[in-house]
């Protein structure tokens, strides 16, 4: 089992956003003193939900501050960016970082981004497969030609090629976030695995992957590669000698930064969206989540790792606020929680 950290670099009321990206760079950090796998990087742009609005440069950042630890975004945000120089990034920092470099895509939402980096509501609703393939071949092929509706563009060489990594792998991993039956019948077809996330449920989640492998057999992909898919499971963990106190700590901060955070997105085409009721959602979370004693966080953890068949964990640790607090729930996640997942 593979448990990592969960960045978002939420600005939580009365913080500055300088104070919240501090307080990301140094969780990453104290993730790998830690001793956990590895570190996911979410990307927001113009909310307070998330102030970091490139996952993959801060993901340079934090690769060349640490030397063990894997560094993934989750997710880099593709109908707002062009797939050829995101994986120009991801194939940089596969390289110079000696493979430690995962690459986590989204679909994203239907928000004003589309409209300030003029990619527009289609690249939302029905160009995010075009740019996936295009991303993907990119990483694995010599060359690249282009000759879709978003894209074409005559073959050009890919420089810097993935490949000639030192470190033997063939290219940095490409994981997809999946919502829907739809997203999981698109990664399944293209072998990638699914990064889950933390408002659903260990049931919803096992659905989710026995959907993958149905579609990735019809799709051709092999046992040993049905096998070999790695998925992740997005959650919040929050550590305390007893769990109504761990719980007490985020229902005290989440509801106020989920509330600021939520409301702030703004549609790119006026459409209405329901945003979650905070206090509830937070509720949920605690009840979803490794969210108590270190035992008992344990316990989650190998509980929806043995109901959903995923051993990779991306884990929300800054939901107090706190700068301190997030340090000290690293801390016991990589010294008491570990131990006991073996």
């Known amino acids: 089992m593979r448990v990592g950290t969960f960045v978002l670099a939420a600005q939580f009321p009365g913080q500055g956003q300088g104070e919240a990206l501090h307080r990301a760079v140094r969780s990453a950090e104290a993730a790998e003193e830690a ?40 997710v880099s945000v ?52 075009e740019s996936l ?18 894209y074409s563009f005559r073959e050009v060489p890919v420089v810097p090629r993935p490949s000639e990594s030192l470190s033997g792998e063939p290219g940095p991993e490409v994981v997809l976030a999946c919502t829907s039956p739809r997203s999981v019948r698109l990664a399944a077809e293209r072998g990638l695995p699914m990064l889950l996330g933390m408002h659903v449920g260990d049931e919803e989640k096992a659905e989710m992957v026995a959907l993958w492998r149905k579609h990735a057999r019809a799709a051709g992909r092999t046992p040993e590669e049905i096998r070999a898919a790695s998925h992740v499971s997005a959650g919040v963990c929050q550590i305390a000698d007893r769990r109504t106190d761990a719980a007490e700590t985020l229902l005290k901060a989440m509801p106020g930064w989920l509330k600021q955070g939520l409301e702030a997105h703004v549609t790119v085409d006026g459409r209405h969206r329901a945003m979650r009721d905070p206090l509830a959602y937070t509720e949920l979370l605690c009840g979803l989540h490794p969210v108590g004693t270190p035992r008992l966080c344990a316990d989650r953890l190998a509980a929806t790792s043995e109901r959903t068949g995923i051993s990779r964990f991306a884990l929300l640790v800054e939901g107090s606020g706190d700068l301190a607090a997030t340090e000290e729930n690293v801390r016991r996640l990589g010294a008491e929680v570990l131990p006991h997942l073996g």
């Open 35 to 74: 001793g956990l796998d590895s570190v996911w990087l979410a990307e927001h742009h113009f909310v307070p939900y998330g102030t970091c609005p490139s996952a993959i440069t801060l993901a340079a950042l934090l690769l060349g501050r640490t030397r063990r630890i894997r560094v993934g975004t989750a």
């Open 78 to 129: 593709l109908p707002t960016t062009h797939p050829v120089a995101l994986g120009e990034q991801a194939a940089l920092l596969h390289l110079t970082s000696g493979g430690r470099f995962s690459l986590g895509v989204g679909r994203g939402g239907p928000w004003v981004d589309l409209e300030v980096f003029g990619s527009g509501l289609e690249a939302y609703e029905s160009g995010f497969p």
């Open 133 to 150: 393939d295009l991303l993907v071949r990119w990483l694995r092929d010599p060359s690249v030609a282009a000759a879709g509706d978003r």
